[in-house]
T-cell receptor, first 115, second 109 residues
Framework: GAVVSQHPSRVICKSGTSVKIECRSL??????MFWYRQFPKQSLMLMAT?????????EQGVEKDKFLINHASLTLSTLTVTSAHPEDSSFYIC???????????FGPGTRLTVT | GQNIDQPTEMTATEGAIVQINCTYQ??????LFWYQQHAGEAPTFLSY??LDGLEEKGRFSSFLSRSKGYSYLLLKELQMKDSASYLC??????????WGAGTKLIIKP
């Protein structure tokens, strides 16, 4: 089956620093990758959608200059949280779809804690 | 607007059957998904329905009625490990998933 990995699984950083999260599709080419954020006891919130080689489409209310997304290849997308603040602490999950565009395969998630 | 409704929490007994309902309103429709999410983990795929009717997969079944904008997930022979949140998501005309808030299922012995 399709596998999506994320790195790191957990990260703690100081307020004001930047953190990069990688999302990789291991055994398929991901035409589209999605970045979600999930706060405790809440559902998934879509942050942005990215297609390989093009700029990401951000959801309303998500600051594109703060959450930088790069989808440089068909197997790798990165999310960089710039100038992180404690309120950015959350569970960040990526997912990817292949050519069928139907099922989204989720990565294991990255828990970010900003101190 | 686009909207997914599902109950916030349900409780059931080990060995029993539980049905989790979901109603949806989306711009266009490309299928209805159910995902399971254990606390602290990413969602895992359970089922996909795009045609009306019941899809059975082991202890889990999913039903769809497109005319009613309604789906349910049926879990049989409940086990303690089934305690999790169950997320309903509708795929709209842009192939984007619109997510429900999830139903937390609590299984009691």
């Amino acid at each position: 089956g399709a596998v999506v990995s994320q790195h790191p699984s957990r990260v703690i950083c100081k307020s004001g620093t930047s953190v990069k999260i990688e999302c990789r599709s291991l055994d398929f080419q991901a035409t589209t990758m999605f970045w979600y954020r999930q706060f405790p006891k809440q559902s998934l919130m879509l942050m942005a959608t990215s297609n390989e080689g093009s700029k990401a489409t951000y959801e309303q209310g998500v600051e594109k200059d703060k959450f930088l997304i790069n989808h440089a290849s068909l197997t790798l997308s990165t999310l960089t949280v710039t100038s992180a603040h404690p309120e950015d602490s959350s569970f960040y999950i990526c997912s990817a779809t292949g050519t069928s565009e139907r099922e989204q395969y989720f990565g294991p998630g990255t828990r970010l804690t900003v101190t | 607007g686009q909207n997914i409704d599902q109950p916030t929490e349900m409780t059931a007994t080990e060995g029993a059957i539980v049905q989790i309902n979901c109603t949806y309103q989306t711009s266009g429709f490309n299928g209805l998904f159910w995902y399971q999410q254990h606390a602290g983990e990413a969602p895992t795929f359970l089922s996909y329905n795009v045609l009306d009717g019941l899809e059975e997969k082991g202890r889990f079944s999913s039903f769809l009625s497109r005319s009613k904008g309604y789906s349910y997930l049926l879990l049989k022979e409940l086990q303690m490990k089934d305690s999790a949140s169950y997320l309903c998501a509708s795929m709209d005309s842009n192939y984007q998933l619109i997510w429900g808030a999830g139903t937390k299922l609590i299984i009691k012995p």
